[in-house]
T-cell receptor
Framework: DGGITQSPKYLFRKEGQNVTLSCEQNLNHDAMYWYRQDPGQGLRLIYYSQIVNDFQKGDIAEGYSVSREKKESFPLTVTSAQKNPTAFYLC?????????????FGQGTRLTVV | KNEVEQSPQNLTAQEGEFITINCSYSVGISALHWLQQHPGGGIVSLFMLSSGKKKHGRLIATINIQEKHSSLHITASHPRDSAVYICAVQIRSNYQLIWGAGTKLIIKP
């Protein structure tokens, strides 16, 4: 079945360590996105990519990095420069082009930094 | 003013009640999504709509493109429906997603 997979669902890291969250899709979608959610708040865009080897900063990119070496994969690295990394992270992908677009969503990764 | 507004922000109801959650938006969209998030859990996609109405079990989603408004209905609500329900729209011009703040629903037995 086609879909989008985020792993792991829960992740614990020590303060000061970089951590990479995985996002893989087998939907042949061009665009992929990373969002962050803080308790009681809506989702905010961190980074997005509309084509392989290209990506753009979203509203809250500071302290994060991404890569898009393959169409299927869009990993997000939470660096030690991110001041408040504990949050829920959601990956999404969507089609581009004419007609009705469709978006699919991962289940999310809940990151806790201790 | 946010481009996607959900109402109510919080909703508490008794088991069995008919629930309506609303989403209004101000941008041109290609699709609208309803998602569910349980406390401490992940996100589950419920519906994607570009027109009309969709039904899945006790859940019904409608969209009025002219009025830029969508509703999510839950019939015969149950405590396991307690969750945050999130509306997200895909912008027609670049397919990016704009998210509502969510509606926290509590169904009491």
């Amino acid at each position: 079945d086609g879909g989008i997979t985020q792993s792991p669902k829960y992740l614990f890291r020590k303060e000061g360590q970089n951590v990479t969250l995985s996002c893989e899709q087998n939907l042949n979608h061009d665009a992929m996105y990373w969002y962050r959610q803080d308790p009681g708040q809506g989702l905010r865009l961190i980074y997005y990519s509309q084509i392989v080897n290209d990506f753009q900063k979203g509203d809250i990119a500071e302290g994060y990095s991404v890569s898009r070496e393959k169409k299927e994969s869009f990993p997000l690295t939470v660096t030690s420069a991110q001041k408040n990394p504990t949050a829920f992270y959601l990956c999404a992908s969507s089609t581009k082009g004419q007609g009705a677009a469709e978006a699919f969503f991962g289940q999310g990764t809940r990151l806790t930094v201790v | 003013k946010n481009e996607v507004e959900q109402s109510p922000q919080n909703l508490t109801a008794q088991e069995g009640e008919f629930i309506t959650i609303n989403c209004s938006y101000s941008v041109g969209i290609s699709a609208l999504h309803w998602l569910q998030q349980h406390p401490g859990g992940g996100i589950v996609s419920l519906f994607m709509l570009s027109s009309g109405k969709k039904k899945h079990g006790r859940l019904i989603a409608t969209i009025n493109i002219q009025e830029k408004h969508s509703s999510l209905h839950i019939t015969a609500s149950h405590p396991r429906d307690s969750a945050v329900y999130i509306c997200a729209v895909q912008i027609r011009s670049n397919y990016q997603l704009i998210w509502g703040a969510g509606t926290k629903l509590i169904i009491k037995p």
